[in-house]
């Protein structure tokens, strides 16, 4: 199944999760570009303190002594306090891809500001994931580790994620972030091979949305979307998803999502100028959504015989920071 998803990395654990969908079917993609999205629900409290707590300190011995002392600064900062940021630049021959943080912090970190924290936070989960790859899952409890080791692995591990997310979620049944992040992860996971309609991993999904809903149903239309995509990984069937977008668009009738969908689902039947119909009503809606915007560029400038499914993508967000 070609297009409708992309997802993109985590800046505040933003995912847009179309990108490695469609990546999955056409791995010449690029990579993706972090972007950050605003969840339609308040970032828990618990969240936002786990976020800027110091980390345990670890620093393998395999790397040199100018790193593990950068490292173990790093992990012991309260991202919550004033702080100077530690100096880095004698941090070297670090393997990839801590190599490329390493860079990125030292290039953001000359002062404190948000881009050096955003640097901070990417740096000390790639260095927490590194310090115990080899450590179980099934033996870490610390939810802070398990946080890091989610954003460290979530675009380029997605089965990987998903396993972190459902130890996080294990050891908290209420943390939404978690659950969600689970979820979305186990549907990465399938995108290249959907299993059979009948396999019960779509029951597994299904029960796994039904908590969302239950656990936070401010975040509804981000369930909505959700339902929409495991239907057109399931059934790959274009009046399907059509069905589960005009559920969407009946509970969010001010919201872009149900059109936007309608329009994905118009676009796979073949039917470019309905679908560029209700991508536009998704703007009538949304004026200045950027995402109906770069869609409905696409759809109008392409040749109609042109495949065009990549255009559409739908952003998920599980917040782990501010």
Known sequence: MKGLLAVVALVTLSVALGYLISRALNPRMPPAESISSKASYQLPQKITRLYAEPRPATAPPSISQDCQALWKALLALNLAQDFDPPKGSKCTGLPTPLDAFSALYNQRCAKRDDACLAAIHQY?????????????????????????????????????????????AELEPDNYP???????????AIAGHPPDPNDPRWTEINNRLDRLKRLEPKDGISQGEISCLASAFRDNDPLKVMERAAELDSLYPRSGSGPYFMGWAENRRGNREGSIKYVQECLR???????????????????????VGNAFSTFQSFPLAP
């Open 285 to 307: 809606r949304e004026p200045g959504n950027r995402r109906c915007q770069s869609t409905l560029a696409v759809l109008t400038t392409v040749s109609p015989q042109t495949d």
């Open 178 to 188: 978690a659950q969600k992040a689970a979820l979305i992860s186990q549907l990465m």
């Open 124 to 168: 000390r989960a790639r260095i927490t994931h590194f310090s115990t790859k080899d450590v179980p899952l099934n033996s870490i409890r610390d939810p802070r580790i398990l946080m890091d080791k989610l954003l460290a692995t979530w675009e380029r591990e997605p089965e990987l994620a998903g396993a972190v997310a459902d130890r996080w």
